[in-house]
């Protein structure tokens, strides 16, 4: 099994905090929203204490396992994803809950633990089932909508300009030979090549911090603010969805008759940032530096290249980076010449990859290739 990274992480900790302030909210309504006497005769404090640390418990359980379902469940959807998390959330909820309470309040005597453990659980599952129905659905439908809303979406929501100037690294990311796997696969199947790319792509994406600008058909379009760690993330991006193609070449064989594979173009400039559209708000980039990044990915096929970037990039990479010069050209559309460099990377002394660990063992890396 993966081990977490940052973005997991993130959804346990919004589960553990969301989930110990639902069980107190629920445990103040029974005690005073309807009058519902506090059987078990422990004080308030030590009741909401309880219910606080249990809650942080169980939410940090929730959303482990609802990482785990993420992963083998890839493609289940939402209505689907809610009924599975509130029957798992349940089961294990008033399973963690009838445990944890006993320990945590050991100074009170069995009778009162009892009463306490009635009180929350077995006169009220009914009430806890829906509320967990209501807070399970808040949860994923935030979830959710986190995936189809861009943080510059948000961020230009409450701005107070119209459009703004920024310095922007943009890569535009195509798959190669993309007419003839759609005419050989067809619509169904070509769509779920795609999906599955860049499903593959959203991990490496998530790690190197890159912004999704759009998609188009079979391309997509990342940006990063402008800095030498960003530059190196936008290289790092192709690298690693690169391999990670490569690591699942076996999967894509056996479904698609193919091993995909991606050309990208990367350029950094000056645009204006704006909101536009009175139909549906949306973030879009004007300016030069994003219709060059365009046309340096157009002459990657012509070059034989499957990365392409300007020369102002080449300077920020770290050593490992080796850059080789193609010349200048003249883009498409374009009135200036520009240098372009294509870019391979040989692994750091302190990177091992995984390829190389596994490699003697075979029959691993055959099974690990096939999912």
């Given at each position: 099994m993966r081990s977490y990274n940052k973005k997991d992480i993130k959804w346990i900790s919004v589960n553990a905090i969301t989930w110990s302030l639902s069980k107190q909210l629920f445990l103040a309504i029974q005690l005073w929203g309807v009058g519902r006497a506090n059987t078990a005769q422990l004080p308030a404090s030590l009741l909401f204490t309880v219910i606080a640390l249990t809650g942080l418990l169980e939410g940090t359980v929730f959303g482990c396992l609802d990482v785990i379902l993420d992963r083998v469940f890839k493609k289940i959807r939402f209505t689907g994803r809610v009924i599975i998390n509130v029957c798992i959330n349940l089961g294990v909820g008033l399973l963690l809950t009838t445990l944890l309470l006993p320990p945590m309040v050991g100074s009170v005597v069995i009778n009162e633990v009892a009463a306490l453990s009635t009180l929350l659980v077995t006169s009220n599952v009914l009430i806890i089932a829906i509320y967990m129905l209501l807070v399970t659905f808040l949860l994923q439908f935030s979830k959710v909508a986190a995936m189809w809303i861009q943080t510059h979406d948000i961020r230009q929501l409450f701005s107070s300009d119209e459009q703004v100037e920024e310095d922007r690294i943009f890569m535009f990311l195509d798959m190669k030979s993309s007419t003839s796997h759609a005419e050989s696969l067809g619509p169904a199947r070509y769509s779920m090549l795609i999906r599955d790319c860049f499903s593959d792509m959203s991990e490496a994406a998530g790690r190197n911090k890159a912004e999704l600008y759009q998609y188009v058909g079979d391309e997509v379009v990342f940006t990063w603010k402008t800095s030498d760690e960003n530059i190196e993330r936008s290289i790092q991006l192709y690298f690693e969805f690169k391999e990670a193609l490569n690591n699942r070449s076996m999967y894509y064989m056996k479904h698609y008759g193919i091993i995909p594979e991606f050309k990208a173009g990367i350029h950094q400039g000056k645009v204006i940032r704006a909101c536009v559209s009175s139909i549906r708000k949306a973030t879009a980039y004007h300016g030069d530096a994003i219709n060059t990044a365009s046309r340096i990915q157009d002459k990657c096929n012509a070059l034989s290249c499957g990365l392409l970037i300007s020369s102002g990039l080449r300077k920020a990479l770290p050593e490992y980076y080796k850059t080789f010069r193609k010349g200048h050209f003249q883009l498409r559309g374009k009135h200036e010449v520009i240098e372009l460099?294509?870019?391979?990377?040989?692994?750091?002394?302190?990177?091992?990859?995984?390829?190389?660990?596994?490699?003697?063992?075979?029959?691993?890396?055959?099974?690990?290739?096939?999912?």
């Open positions: 460099f294509t870019v391979k990377r040989t692994e750091p002394e302190s990177i091992i990859p995984l390829q190389s660990i596994m490699a003697g063992n075979r029959t691993f890396r055959v099974w690990l290739n096939m999912f």
